[in-house]
C-alpha cells in the first residue's frame, strides 16, 4: 500500500507517472480514468467526474432504458470520483502505475450514490458495526486460462476455446508448473500491489486455477477480489493468454464459482466461536446462518447475475441445487468450515465467477443480519450426498432469481426501494437481451428437424 506522502515523492523522482483512478461498476468491473500523476496528486486526489451512465450499463457498455436514476431522458449527467487514499496502492504489472479505488458521490449533494456497489457493501458494513460487530470475509477466485489470447478468441468467433492445460489439474504440480509464466508473477505482482494472497492451485477441470486471498474487513476483501480479477486478466493478456470468469463455458466442463467465507467478530475475537458447542458454534452463528437459508431466494441475483450463471447449477459438479447446510460438505450451498475451532465459520458456495463480491457480500450480511435480529432457528445440519432430499431448491433461472429480488421485503429493507428496483432493472435487462437472440443451439437441433 501506498501512503500519500509516499506517491508524492514517487512522483517527484519519477518513479511514478501514471494513476488509475477507478470505480466499481456494477459487474464488478474497474472503470475510470488515467492520470498523469503530477496532475493527480496536484489536485485530481480530491475528486473528478465521470458520466453517471457507468452504474446503468450493461456488460456490453450498453445505455438501456427503464433506470430511474439515469436515462436519456434525464441527460446522463456526472456523477463525483471521490479517491479513497486508503485504497492507493501499486500496480506492479503496469510500468510507474499506481491506482485508488473511488467512492461515488452525487454531483449535487456529494453524498454517496446508494445503488453503487461500495455504497451498498459500506452500508450493511456499518448496520453491523452498530450491532458491535466486524464482517471477516474472505472470497476465493476460479477462472480458465486459455492458449490464445483474447483477441484470437475473438476473431475466431469464441468458437477456438482450447484451454492452456489437457486434463483436469486440481491440486496437480507438474500441470501448474507449466502455467507458471502466468501464475508466479499474478501472487507476486498482488502480493507487492498490498493483496494479501495465500496460494494459487489448479482446480477441478483443464485450465482451472483458482486463487485464494487471505480473509480479512469485508471492505478490503470487495477490493482485494475487485483488483484481483482485473490483474488475473491484465496479466493473461500481457503473456499471450485470456483468462475468463464466465461460471460455464462449455456444457461437458465443471463450472467457475466464487466461495465466500464470512464469520463476525466482536472486540477483536471470533464472534460465532463458542467453546462449549458440539460444532463450536455460538448462538449469534446459528442465528446468521438460519438467516443466510431462509432469504436464500431473495439475494440469489447477486449470486448468479446473468443468463449464463445458472448453467453450473447441476447435480453432482460441486455447484449446490439446494437450500441446505452441512459440516464440511461440498456438496452443500452453505458448509460449515473450522467446526470445533476458533475459525468456525461458513462458506457459502452458491456464488458463481461472474459476482460483483460488495452485492454477494452486503446481500450474504444483510440476510445474516434478519436472521440475528429475527432470532431464527437453524435446522439440524444435513448428512451425505445434499443433491437429494427434501430441502428447498436455489431458484434455477435469473427469471426466477428477478421475481424473489423484486418481491424481498428483506432487501428492500436493508438496502432501500430505489437499490433493489436499480438491480431488478439490470436482472430484466440481461433476460430481454438474451431473448432476442437466435442461438446457435436452436439452428444446429430445429434448423432441418423442426
Known amino acids: 500500500?501506498?501512503?500519500?506522502?509516499?506517491?508524492?515523492s514517487q512522483v517527484a523522482d519519477g518513479t511514478v507517472d501514471t494513476v488509475l483512478v477507478c470505480l466499481v461498476d456494477m459487474q464488478g468491473r474497474l472503470m475510470g480514468k488515467r492520470f498523469?500523476?503530477?496532475h493527480f496528486v496536484a489536485s485530481a486526489w480530491e475528486e473528478t467526474h465521470c458520466c453517471n451512465y457507468l452504474l446503468a450499463t450493461d456488460l456490453e457498455m450498453a445505455t438501456p432504458d427503464g433506470y430511474a436514476s439515469t436515462s436519456w431522458e434525464g441527460g446522463y449527467g456526472d456523477y463525483v470520483m471521490k479517491p479513497d487514499l486508503s485504497t492507493l496502492r501499486p500496480m506492479p504489472w503496469l510500468e510507474g502505475t499506481v491506482m485508488v479505488l473511488c467512492d461515488v458521490l452525487d454531483h449535487h449533494t456529494h453524498k454517496e450514490i446508494p445503488h453503487s456497489p461500495r455504497a451498498i457493501l459500506k452500508k450493511q458494513i456499518q448496520r453491523l458495526a452498530d450491532m458491535g460487530y466486524d464482517a471477516m470475509m474472505a472470497t476465493e477466485l476460479e477462472f480458465f486460462l486459455f492458449e490464445k489470447s483474447f483477441g484470437e478468441i475473438a476473431k475466431s468467433g469464441f468458437r477456438d476455446l482450447t484451454p492452456i492445460s489437457a486434463y483436469n489439474e486440481d491440486y496437480h504440480i507438474l500441470q501448474t508448473t507449466k502455467e507458471e509464466h502466468v501464475m508466479r508473477p499474478l501472487r507476486n505482482h498482488l502480493w507487492d500491489a498490498g493483496i494479501p494472497v495465500e496460494n494459487t492451485k489448479g482446480e477441478a477441470e483443464a485450465g482451472q486455477e483458482e486463487l485464494n486471498i487471505k480473509y480479512d474487513a469485508a471492505l478490503n476483501t470487495a477490493d482485494h477480489h475487485t483488483i484481483a480479477k482485473h490483474a488475473v486478466k491484465e496479466i493473461a493478456w500481457q503473456q499471450g493468454h485470456a483468462a475468463t470468469f464466465l461460471p460455464k463455458w462449455h456444457q461437458d466442463k465443471v463450472g467457475s464459482s466464487s466461495h465466500v467465507h464470512q464469520s463476525l467478530w466482536k472486540d477483536g475475537k471470533p464472534a460465532f466461536y463458542d467453546e462449549n458447542d458440539e460444532l463450536g458454534m455460538s448462538q449469534l452463528?446459528?442465528?446468521y446462518m438460519a438467516g443466510m437459508l431462509k432469504y436464500a431466494p431473495d439475494y440469489m441475483y447477486f449470486l448468479a447475475p446473468y443468463i449464463n450463471s445458472y448453467k453450473r447449477f447441476m447435480k453432482g459438479t460441486f455447484a449446490p441445487t439446494r437450500i441446505i447446510w452441512s459440516v464440511d460438505n461440498r456438496t452443500a450451498g452453505f458448509r460449515l468450515c473450522g467446526d470445533g475451532t476458533k475459525a468456525?465459520?461458513?462458506e457459502c458456495r452458491v456464488g458463481g465467477s461472474d459476482i460483483n463480491p460488495y452485492l454477494a457480500m452486503a446481500a450474504q450480511l444483510a440476510a445474516g443480519i434478519a436472521g440475528i435480529e429475527e432470532q431464527l432457528e437453524l435446522a439440524p445440519a444435513a448428512k451425505g450426498d445434499v443433491y437429494q432430499g427434501e430441502?428447498?431448491?436455489?431458484?434455477?433461472?435469473?427469471r426466477d432469481s428477478r421475481e424473489a429480488l423484486n418481491g424481498s421485503t428483506l432487501l428492500r429493507k436493508a438496502f432501500g426501494d430505489d437499490v433493489v428496483d436499480h438491480y431488478v432493472r439490470a436482472a430484466e435487462v440481461e433476460i430481454e437481451d438474451f431473448e432476442r437472440v437466435v442461438t446457435d443451439y436452436e439452428i444446429a437441433r430445429g434448423f432441418e428437424r423442426a
Open 1 to 8: 500500500m501506498l501512503s500519500f506522502d509516499t506517491l508524492k
Open 344 to 346: 468456525v465459520r461458513v
Open 36 to 38: 498523469h500523476a503530477k
Open 285 to 287: 452463528m446459528k442465528h
Open 391 to 398: 430441502t428447498g431448491m436455489l431458484p434455477g433461472s435469473l
